[in-house]
């Protein structure tokens, strides 16, 4: 049997996630983050983007689209404290898309630079939800 952390993702609504994994790849500040089992103990933030898990037993992983938050990582528990967090099958294209589009267009004709800054934020978080989708198409994960 492979070794396993315990993963717990947690959103501002909801307990989104909680088991075991071989493997966690987060969406760090700086980069993707791929942890294992016993990794160093590490607390950062997150960005919008797709947490991977790789579950035992599952020949799929499991992705959840998390907005924002933290990540705290113990070698035996790893804890994510999502702004929000959504199953990666409960995503909805059309929603991203038009959110996308909304967000590109206040871009266009921002009136301060508060407006353009929460504009910008709103299409990161739109294009991560794509790509969460896009990879969901690809490699067929839940």
Not at 9 to 38: D, K, Q
Not at 50 to 59: G, I, N
Not at 114 to 125: H, N, P
Request: aromatic letters at 2%.
């Amino acid at each position: 049997m492979a070794m396993t952390v315990h993963v717990d993702i947690v959103s501002a609504e909801a307990l989104i996630f909680s088991g075991l994994a071989e493997i966690v790849i987060v969406p760090g500040e700086m980069g993707e983050l791929g942890i294992y089992p016993r990794h160093t103990a590490l607390m950062t933030r997150i960005k919008p983007g797709s947490v991977r898990l790789k579950l035992p037993d599952q020949e799929a992983e499991e992705l959840i689209y998390v907005s924002g938050g933290m990540l705290e990582v113990q070698p035996d528990v790893v804890t994510i404290l999502a702004d929000t967090a959504t199953r990666g099958a409960d995503l909805d294209e059309a929603r991203a898309l038009k959110a996308k589009q909304d967000a590109e267009e206040a871009m266009k004709n921002r009136t301060s630079d508060i407006d353009y800054a929460q504009a910008q934020a709103e299409l990161a978080e739109a294009i991560a939800q794509l790509a969460a989708i896009k990879h969901l198409r690809k490699h067929g994960g839940h």
